[in-house]
């Protein structure tokens, strides 16, 4: 059998808040539980917004908590060369196509649309992408290069998948997202290409992250398909919301964690996950966590 591996991939945007060490925390949990090994990978492909320093902070803090990596953890940034690799895989299949349309040009389409304006967009979502692009550029110069989401027959792709905690899920991507971008026009790559190369090259095994993430799986599943690679198991937690309902986010000014007592701020994590813990040293809140979290997955 494969050994298990699992991670945790923050965006050093800000230090960890107590949504982001729920996520830290399970990840840690689910792969000490299975005797498998965890890794940190720096999802800082997003350059402008990244900064090393928020990086050191999120490595501090997992240290703190006492969640230490198996391994010395690695950059997005650093990672162009196999992004690359995978993208010219997915153009010289016919997978992927250059795209010349700007954010008002997707607008206007949609907006020409009777059908797109008919259909409610969740909050906090992109706008569906047309596929204006999708049987070439028609003069415009290219800007990003995106997935093609329908079959070799024009039929819209759908994907099933099943999670650990939420259970069976589907997603119709033609018509939730559209053809969407693997690299953008300001020459960055895209989250969703990034992270099913790093998954497959660090051969993580079980992804374990926030349920504000569900929604970018079935993507993640369509590029490992078209790619070859293996999809991981995922487990989505809980997340954390602040008074207004809004979940808590590096964007909307969520504090970083304290962690002037860091058993204190664990306990806090747990409990959202269901777990109590009654230990007060942190060694001994570890173990008694790890136990707590197999007895869980492997009654």
């Known amino acids: 059998m494969t050994r298990y591996c699992g991670r945790f991939a923050p965006s050093p945007t800000g230090p960890l808040h107590a949504g982001s060490l729920v996520a830290a925390l399970a990840s840690w949990l689910d792969a000490r539980a299975h005797a498998g090994r965890w890794l940190v990978r720096i999802e800082d492909v997003d350059t402008p917004r990244c900064d090393t320093a928020a990086a050191a902070a999120i490595l501090s803090q997992l240290a703190a908590c006492g969640l230490l990596p198996d391994a010395p953890p690695v950059w997005q940034s650093q990672r162009g060369a196999l992004y690359d690799a995978a993208l010219q895989q997915l153009l010289e299949a016919g997978h992927a196509y250059p795209c010349g349309c700007s954010r008002r040009d997707i607008e206007s389409a949609l907006h020409a649309d009777a059908h797109a304006q008919a259909q409610p967009r969740p909050r906090h979502t992109e706008l569906v992408y047309p596929g204006t692009c999708r049987d070439g550029l028609h003069g415009k110069p290219a800007r990003a290069t995106r997935l093609r989401t329908v079959d070799a027959n024009g039929v819209a792709v759908r994907v099933d998948w099943h999670d650990r905690r939420l259970g069976a899920q589907h997603q119709n991507i033609t018509r939730a997202v559209g053809d969407f971008v693997l690299k953008r026009a300001d020459?960055?790559?895209?989250?969703?290409?990034?992270?099913?190369?790093?998954?497959?090259?660090?051969?993580?095994?079980?992804?374990?992250?926030?349920?504000?993430?569900?929604?970018?799986?079935?993507?993640?599943?369509?590029?490992?398909?078209?790619?070859?690679?293996?999809?991981?198991?995922?487990?989505?937690?809980?997340?954390?919301?602040?008074?207004?309902?809004?979940?808590?986010?590096?964007?909307?000014g969520a504090e970083a964690v304290d962690l002037s007592d860091p058993v204190a701020a664990l306990n806090a994590a747990a409990a959202v996950l269901e777990l109590h813990i009654g230990a007060r040293g942190l060694p001994d809140w570890l173990v008694q966590a790890t136990s707590a979290w197999r007895a869980r997955v492997q009654p």
């Open 187 to 252: 020459g960055l790559w895209a989250y969703q290409l990034a992270v099913v190369v790093d998954d497959a090259a660090q051969a993580v095994t079980h992804v374990v992250r926030g349920e504000d993430l569900a929604d970018n799986t079935p993507r993640q599943i369509q590029l490992q398909r078209l790619l070859g690679l293996p999809t991981p198991s995922h487990l989505h937690t809980p997340l954390v919301c602040g008074s207004d309902g809004e979940k808590l986010a590096k964007a909307n």
